[in-house]
T-cell receptor, first 113, second 112 residues
Framework: AQSVTQLDSQVPVFEEAPVELRCNYSSSVSVYLFWYVQYPNQGLQLLLKYLSGSTLVESINGFEAEFNKSQTSFHLRKPSVHISDTAEYFCAVSEDSNYQLIWGAGTKLIIKP | ETGVTQSPTHLIKTRGQQVTLRCSSQSGHNTVSWYQQALGQGPQFIFQYYREEENGRGNFPPRFSGLQFPNYSSELNVNALELDDSALYLC???????????FGQGTRLTVV
């Protein structure tokens, strides 16, 4: 069965430091991969996606993620975080056949000044 | 181009009551999916509608039901509310042949 694991429930990091949020998935078929961000008391906003092509995908605000098929991972990285990046980040997977999203439990990114 | 809108934003209901949540999909999108997000957890897929028919369902009991209308808007109905139904309910719209989904702000349901 398809599942998504986000290994860290919280990641504290100092402002301007680099960060990596980890995501692993299990699936026996082709998948699409997503990172969504959720600010307090708000809905989910798409941060970036892997559908096909280049395994490295980037967002407009400096985040990037790399699809690693052999390790079934889609880790999210940012070289220098800002206080405004404080939010919860969710990794999600959908299979080619149905596009229904399966979600990780989320990782809270805590920026320390 | 309007985004996904959900109403109401907040709702308080009593155990045993029924509730209807509404979602207007993004312009041009023909598929609507509903998710339940309990506090501190990731969203869980409830069901998806395409062309007014249910097109996939997660592990939710039959008291969770839905509708999709000809204009692609959708409703989520929950009967016989239980305390554990308290959650943020998220609606997402997409195009049938494309995996990217766009979410509304959600409806916060509290069952007391």
């Amino acid at each position: 069965a398809q599942s998504v694991t986000q290994l860290d429930s919280q990641v504290p990091v100092f402002e301007e430091a680099p960060v990596e949020l980890r995501c692993n998935y299990s699936s026996s078929v082709s998948v699409y991969l997503f990172w969504y961000v959720q600010y307090p008391n708000q809905g989910l906003q798409l941060l970036l996606k892997y559908l096909s092509g280049s395994t490295l995908v980037e967002s407009i605000n400096g985040f990037e993620a790399e699809f690693n098929k052999s390790q079934t991972s889609f880790h999210l990285r940012k070289p220098s975080v800002h206080i405004s990046d404080t939010a919860e980040y969710f990794c999600a997977v959908s299979e080619d056949s149905n596009y229904q999203l399966i979600w990780g439990a989320g990782t809270k990114l805590i920026i320390k000044p | 181009e309007t985004g996904v809108t959900q109403s109401p934003t907040h709702l308080i209901k009593t155990r045993g009551q029924q509730v209807t949540l509404r979602c207007s999909s993004q312009s041009g999108h023909n598929t609507v999916s509903w998710y339940q997000q309990a506090l501190g957890q990731g969203p869980q897929f409830i069901f998806q509608y395409y062309r007014e028919e249910e097109n996939g369902r997660g592990n939710f009991p039959p008291r969770f039901s839905g509708l999709q209308f000809p204009n692609y808007s959708s409703e989520l109905n929950v009967n016989a509310l239980e305390l554990d139904d308290s959650a943020l309910y998220l609606c997402a719209s997409s195009l049938r042949a494309y995996p990217e989904a766009f979410f509304g702000q959600g409806t916060r349901l509290t069952v007391v």
